[in-house]
């Protein structure tokens, strides 16, 4: 089984090869026609722009909805954003990833028709924000839920107000114990967002399955995007292992075998 | 033809060996027929009406059709008292390398005879020429391919029509989004709820989609073929023996003259399961193909 990674050099029209194969990525030089490397590069970052926007708004409404369900119910207020956040993680996590997507895109917008006008990009990483954000937010209810009971009373005792006890005691601490889950769900919706291509937005998994049709090269075609998949994967758990690493405070959450080795 | 001739020839002796041993007929796919008493037949799950399910993994369609008549014919040719069909689905993805690696016998769907598939399978004898539409909306005004120009295009994912619009766009310099569904029903749904302007295809999977349709008269298909392509039975590579015998069957059906009644049961009249009519006119193309039987690939047609 010969492999031929010379594909990617040719051009996206008539499959001739391309006079700037690697400097056009790199902004040097470009292209007339573009070239299967370029729409690669081009597929990553709606990947990486879809994944990005869909975290950045799961993280959001996760830690939200997750503190939400961690109220005491002494108040009516708090009675009702504690049925408000149940039913968001029920809804959001008992329906399959590919439903709400078609439900955001096609469904939705035959309702609210001004929704007919937002690209497709955006209502993806909507569906895929709010789907993850109800995986997040039962972490952080976890979260929250393993820190003793003593440290919510200790605030009360304080005089710290509800929202003060959560600001200043609680999910500082929640939130440090929850980062390795939120390091899988992250990497989790970046392979997740492939359900992009199926309201055509031109991603990774839509180049694959466009690409490989065209070029005849299945093989080196779906190699290239895994490999692209699994750094963009890799990278994020990286970024998160800093992020967990530097919010370390000694003492508090001790986890990791070298925080133990301080004391 | 002298060459095609001496093909049957040897094949026909081959079988008259084969009577008394097995060692003499070289044809992996016959000889599997021959010992298993089966075959297994790729056909798609909704390629109306070229092949496609009618429920209870029942399959038909008008390459289905054509090819049970190929396959009567092999059985008859091999002496067979009984041949028992296996249907086998498969998808745009996966119908190839089923091909390659012996899991389908014959595929008979929808698959364009070109080059680059020539590397890793053989096609039989053409039977149906595709010429790539434009479907619009019954009160569009796009007429040609140049009134695209600033509107949205849909394709599916996974087919030479998406390379074909982008080629059009370069040629033409002409402006327009592309938006893909993942299959032709997604695609054919962007057009319906306006979230295409225009959806660019086989003309057979156009005319399926619209007679399927709520209302199919909300639904036209206009402009000049964009591209003409011969969409040919799948058979296994280097095995010309198969090849030659199923191209014996395809050339004994032209004669008997049962062309125009098949694309008249497939295309023009009510079919099942639902009784639709998929009301798409024999082009000069196709008709040219059975004048003229020939297995030449998608390339030599841009060619003439």
């Known amino acids: 089984m010969a492999l031929d990674f010379g594909i ?24 007339s026609d573009p070239s299967y490397l370029d ?30 369900r961690t109220l005491p119910d002494t108040k009516v207020v708090y ?10 993680v029920e809804l959001f996590r008992n329906i399959p990833i590919i439903v709400q997507v078609f439900l955001w895109y096609y469904v939705i917008p035959a309702f609210i028709p001004p929704l007919k006008a937002v690209p497709s990009f955006w209502l993806v990483s909507m569906a895929l924000g709010f789907f993850t954000s109800a995986r997040i937010a039962e972490q952080v209810r976890a979260g929250i839920g ?42 989790n919706l970046i392979k997740n967002s492939s359900v992009a291509f199926a309201v055509s937005v031109p991603e990774l998994t839509l180049f694959a399955m466009q690409a490989q049709e065209e070029t005849s090269h299945g093989i080196e075609v779906y190699l290239a995007v895994t490999a692209l998949y699994a750094l963009s994967a890799f990278f994020v758990n990286w970024v998160m292992t800093v992020i967990e690493k530097r919010s370390r405070i000694p003492g508090v959450v001790s986890m990791s075998p070298d925080a133990k080795l301080a004391h | 033809m002298f060459k095609r001739m001496n093909l049957i020839l040897v094949l026909v002796l081959g079988l008259i060996v084969f009577g008394s041993t097995s060692s003499i007929a070289s044809s992996l796919t016959l000889d599997k027929i021959k010992s298993s008493g089966a075959v297994t037949m ?11 399910t009618t429920g209870d993994s029942r399959f038909d369609g008008y390459h289905v059709e054509i090819c049970r008549m190929i396959l009567g014919d092999i059985k008859d040719k091999l002496g067979m008292s009984t041949l028992r069909i296996n249907y086998q689905p498969v998808t745009s993805q996966n119908r190839v390398p089923l091909v390659q690696n012996g899991t389908v016998d014959i595929e008979c769907g929808t698959t364009t005879n070109n080059a680059a598939r020539g590397k890793d399978v053989g096609f039989a004898d053409t039977l149906y020429v595709e010429e790539v539409r434009i479907a619009v909306k019954a009160n569009s005004n796009i007429k040609s391919i140049e009134d695209l120009n600033g509107k949205k295009v849909a394709s599916t994912t996974g087919t030479t029509s998406v390379q074909l619009i982008r080629k059009n766009k370069k040629a033409k310099d002409i402006q327009f989004e592309e938006v893909y569904g993942k299959d032709h029903a997604d695609s054919f749904l962007l ?9 660019v295809m086989d003309g057979s999977i156009l005319a399926g989609n619209i007679a399927n349709a709520k209302n199919p008269k909300d639904f036209k298909i206009v402009g000049e073929p964009l591209s003409v392509e011969p969409i ?49 006119e024999l ?12 297995d030449k690939p998608a390339e030599d047609y841009v060619a003439k």
């Open chain 2, 42 to 52: 790729g056909v798609r799950e909704s390629s109306i009406p070229m092949s496609y």
């Open chain 2, 232 to 280: 040919a039975i799948m058979l296994p590579k280097n095995d010309p023996e198969f090849k030659a015998a199923v191209d014996a069957a395809i050339a004994k059906i032209v004669k008997n003259g049962n062309m125009p009644k098949l694309w008249n049961k497939w295309f023009l009249s009510p079919i099942p399961p639902k009784g639709i009519v998929v009301g798409l």
């Open chain 1, 146 to 187: 393993s820190i003793p009971s003593g440290q919510r009373a200790a605030a009360t005792a304080l005089g710290l107000t509800t929202l003060q006890t959560y600001r200043y005691v609680i999910l500082p601490i929640a939130l440090r114990i929850v980062i390795p889950p939120l390091t899988s769900e992250s990497m």
């Open chain 1, 79 to 88: 009675q009702w954003l504690l049925w408000f956040s149940t039913c968001w």
């Open chain 2, 283 to 294: 082009s000069p193309a196709t008709k040219n193909a059975w004048a003229h039987l020939n």
């Open chain 2, 191 to 199: 057009l319906e709820t306006g979230r295409a302007d225009a959806f």
């Open chain 1, 39 to 68: 729409w690669l590069i081009s597929a990553w970052g709606w990947t990486l722009l879809v994944s990005g926007l869909g975290l950045a708004i799961a993280i959001v409404l996760g830690i939200l909805m997750g503190a939400l």
């Open chain 1, 8 to 31: 990617f050099c040719k051009n996206t029209l008539d499959g001739g090869v391309v006079d700037h194969c690697f400097s056009s990525i790199l902004g040097l030089a470009g292209n």
